[in-house]
């Protein structure tokens, strides 16, 4: 029984997530994780924090695809498919999510329910307190799983601009 | 004027239109008033039973409005009266009167003044009930509704006339703006451009192509332009490279061996030399002539390679390292379609500029690709640009206020981006002033996903 649990764990995808502000710069740590798990299959889901209108017409014409596609910009796209061609063999999926809760209690939901296993994020992300992505590091840092923190040496250098040349810090 | 002219015919049909059929209804509708009044006379005049008789008359007067010039006709058919006969006696239309006693019922039209008409048989007698009347409708309404479908007519006829001379004014003048502005630009303002619109979307395009279009022009006329200079910058290094190996060999008496060892060197870089004299000619011919330049797939860490073996040659001390990260797994991901030695001289420049002007400190060379285009960075940590002077990088011959000690004539960086442009591709530069320089190069796959 113990010789099953224990295939069936290393036959599982790792999912691996990663918050991003639709900057080249956090993906990174993307990056990074796809480094530390060259010879392991991974899943990663890139999570924004966003914060879900009010208003009844807003929710009614909301689609997250749409929220998404609009965030993107043309860099970003272009990093994403940088980093998809070269982790090719072992990036199973890439998934943008959009994540809408208020408090811990929905993001320990939506850790269970898209089965993370670990978080990767920026050890400063330099984001302005009060926003929804602020919210979410700390959501972050409070979780029970696996947390790990990447350091970016060019960060402040080049948090002005998003540019690609980020990624290759 | 044509719009106008369409403009005026619709309006016509139109108006025409409505004013014929409503014409032809109001008298369909005015007769069978006509006719409903005639059955309703006769039977208050003609009906024996006087309540019947009385109640239809106060029906009729309290219901039914007096039209204009209404009159009642009710005439006893006898049989030894002619129609003309009763027509003159009743001065009513013999034409109608026939027709009354042929089909039981007609009606009349003479000028302004409708008949209709019906028998009635009362007993034994037969009659014939005529109401007659002027159509006070047809003739003033429709009056109305002719003045003012044209006075419409003409408003919007003014209105048009006004509005199509405003938007053809309105249309044309930012062509009639083009014309002027690119009459103006000629050889020795080369540097002139369109201003873009920010609402006119066709003529903010007409306005992008044509920059486009100078762009291209100007670019290809600087580089025929500064050919002499670009050649003799281009061609510096390896003549350098070749006088100091042959002053070296005669210094002294040498062997034979070390005599081959350095023609081999010289030879290599005459070779070389060759080499960017016939990428410039390429260069100078897809600026004017038009020739196309004979384009092959290379890959593009194949170009990087060789030129970083070129630059350990000719500059030992340089640490160029490269980054690879972020290879592609598809070898497929960094093939290009472009001219190897075009490419060898843009990539030699960017190299050798990150080299010099950070006096040999580290530079690193990533690669990366994604679906569409190959991106190649190229970091410096040297002495950088000043903020204000980016714009300026690409100027022939500019160079920035902190390069005073360096040697250079300011023509590699513009010929780069000539080059890459050759190949569809771009070049960024973004630098910090004394902390260093990227250079974020792109260029289109091949096989693009």
């Known amino acids: 029984m113990h010789f099953i649990t224990n295939a069936h764990f290393i036959l599982m995808p790792k999912t691996i997530l990663i918050p991003t502000n639709f900057k080249v710069s956090s993906l990174y740590t993307l990056k990074v994780a796809l480094e530390d798990y060259k010879e392991k299959e991974v899943e990663i889901i890139l999570l924004y924090a966003d914060v879900l209108e009010s208003s009844i017409t807003e929710l009614l014409f909301f689609s997250p695809r749409k929220r998404i596609e609009e965030l993107m910009s043309d860099e970003f796209r272009t990093a994403i498919e940088i980093i998809k061609n070269r982790f090719e063999p072992n990036l199973t999926t890439l998934s943008i999510q959009l994540f809408q809760g208020k408090n811990q209690a929905s993001f320990v939901n939506f850790l269970e329910a898209k089965c993370v296993d670990e978080i990767y994020t920026l050890s400063k992300p330099n984001l302005p307190a009060g926003t929804p992505c602020a919210k979410l590091h700390f959501f972050i840092d409070r979780a029970t799983i696996p947390v790990k923190k990447v350091d970016h040496h060019n960060n402040d250098l080049l948090s002005e601009g998003d540019h690609l040349q980020s990624l290759f810090a | 004027m044509f719009l106008v002219i369409t403009n005026v015919i619709i309006l016509l049909m139109f108006g025409g239109g409505i004013y014929y059929f409503l014409n032809a209804y109001s008298y369909v509708d005015f007769y069978k008033r006509l006719e409903t009044r005639a059955g309703i006379a006769a039977r208050y005049n003609l009906d024996q039973d ?13 219901h039914l409005e007096k039209l204009s010039e209404e009159k009642e006709y009710i005439i006893k058919i006898n049989p030894q009266l002619s129609v003309g006969g009763i027509s003159e006696e009743s001065k009513l239309p013999a034409e109608l009167l026939q027709e009354i006693i042929d089909k039981g019922k007609s009606t009349y039209k003479n000028g302004n003044t409708f008949y209709a008409g019906q028998t009635y048989p009362q007993g034994k007698a037969n009659y014939i009930v005529v109401v007659s009347a002027e159509n006070y409708y047809s003739s003033h309404h429709l009056s109305f509704l002719r003045n003012i479908l044209i006075i419409g007519l003409l408003l919007t006829l003014l209105v048009t006339s006004f509005t199509a001379y405003y938007f053809s004014r309105y249309i044309f003048e930012p062509i009639r703006q083009i014309t002027q502005k690119v009459k103006t630009i000629s050889a020795e303002n080369f540097h002139l451009r369109l201003e873009e619109e920010e609402n006119n979307h066709e003529i903010k395009e007409l306005k992008l192509t044509f920059n486009d279009l100078l762009n291209r022009l100007e670019t290809a006329f600087e580089t025929q332009k500064n050919f002499i200079s670009n050649a003799s910058h281009e061609l510096g290094t390896p003549l350098t490279s070749i006088i100091g190996e042959a002053d070296v060999s005669l210094i002294k008496n040498r062997e034979p061996e070390e005599y081959q060892e350095s023609l081999k060197s010289i030879l290599k870089q005459a070779e070389r030399l060759d080499e960017i004299i016939k990428s410039l000619i390429f260069l100078a011919q897809t600026g004017y002539e038009g020739k196309r330049i004979p384009f092959e797939t290379i890959r593009v860490d194949d170009i990087l390679w060789a030129v970083k073996t070129v630059i350990d040659k000719l500059n030992p001390d340089n640490k160029i390292h490269f980054d690879f990260s972020l290879l592609p797994d598809d070898p497929r991901k960094l093939k290009i379609q472009g001219n190897r030695q075009l490419l060898h001289l843009a990539f030699a420049n960017l190299l050798n500029n990150a080299c010099k002007y950070s006096y040999n400190k580290p530079v690193t060379v990533s690669i990366g690709s994604s679906n569409s285009e190959v991106v190649i960075i190229i970091r410096d940590n040297g002495v950088g640009i000043p903020e204000d002077e980016i714009p300026f990088i690409y100027d022939p011959f500019f160079r ?41 190069v792109t260029i289109p796959l091949s096989f693009p996903k």
């Open chain 2, 400 to 440: 920035a206020s902190n390069t005073k000690y360096f040697e250079g004539y300011g023509i590699g960086l513009p010929l780069t981006r000539n080059i890459l442009r050759l190949h569809q591709g771009t070049l960024q530069v973004t630098s910090v002033i004394n902390s260093g320089t990227t250079v974020q």
């Open chain 2, 50 to 62: 006087e309540l019947t008789a009385d109640a239809y008359k106060k029906i009729r007067e309290q």
